[in-house]
T-cell receptor
Framework: KNEVEQSPQNLTAQEGEFITINCSYS?????LHWLQQHPGGGIVSLFM???GKKKHGRLIATINIQEKHSSLHITASHPRDSAVYIC???????????FGTGTRLKVLA | NAGVTQTPKFRILKIGQSMTLQCTQD?????MYWYRQDPGMGLKLIYY???????DKGEVPNGYNVSRSTTEDFPLRLELAAPSQTSVYFC?????????????FGPGTRLTVL
């Protein structure tokens, strides 16, 4: 079993829908990092969080440290949100990242 | 600030050829990393460096070498390229001195070995 699991692996939505991507982990962490990767593109940072909730525009990220779970929400989704969303955890007390395998999102117009 | 830059963006190599992937950061970060990204897999750490002159192996170091002569640069060398090294390579950097570690990623190098 992977130490970082994301669900779903693939997701297709209609424009305007509310989207949730989940990330569960089994190791102790100091923080969790949500990343975005457009097709053929680089990796862009969305959120780094160690507790609670963060919001940026239409994106919201939450984390529950006790349950070892984080969610990334996209409100009013748009075709430009189509990308792979990657969850990575920072192992507690170390430099080390462990990456999920990503969620491939496609938003249809 | 340019952040983390990588060159080249794309490269096709023949089996047995060698090449160097370049990575530079201008954020004065102490840690630098090389990852590879294969389809359906999470990023895997190849090598990392905690400062100039200090490097160490990650999870998948075989077939690669690195050096870090300056804080800014962390080149990755492929010797005797093999088809199994076809992948997307990402360089990243961070400043870590305890606490939590936020990594910043370069745009990637797409390498095909034929």
């Amino acid at each position: 079993k992977n130490e970082v699991e994301q669900s779903p692996q693939n997701l297709t939505a209609q424009e305007g829908e509310f989207i949730t991507i989940n990330c569960s982990y089994s190791v102790g962490i100091s923080a969790l990092h949500w990343l975005q990767q457009h097709p053929g593109g680089g990796i862009v940072s969305l959120f780094m969080l160690s507790s609670g909730k963060k919001k940026h525009g239409r994106l919201i990220a939450t984390i529950n440290i006790q349950e070892k779970h984080s969610s990334l929400h996209i409100t009013a989704s748009h075709p430009r949100d189509s990308a792979v969303y990657i969850c990575a955890v920072v192992v507690s007390g170390t430099y080390k990242y462990i990456f999920g395998t990503g969620t491939r999102l496609k938003v249809l117009a | 600030n340019a952040g983390v830059t990588q060159t080249p963006k794309f490269r096709i190599l023949k089996i047995g050829q060698s090449m160097t992937l370049q990575c530079t950061q201008d954020m004065n970060h102490n840690y630098m990393y090389w990852y590879r990204q294969d389809p359906g897999m999470g990023l895997k750490l190849i090598y990392y460096s905690v400062g100039a002159g200090i490097t160490d192996k990650g999870e998948v170091p075989n077939g690669y070498n690195v050096s870090r002569s300056t804080t800014e640069d962390f080149p990755l060398r492929l010797e005797l390229a093999a088809p199994s090294q076809t992948s997307v390579y990402f360089c990243a950097s961070s400043y870590w001195a305890g606490g939590y570690n936020e990594q910043f990623f370069g745009p990637g190098t797409r390498l095909t070995v034929l």
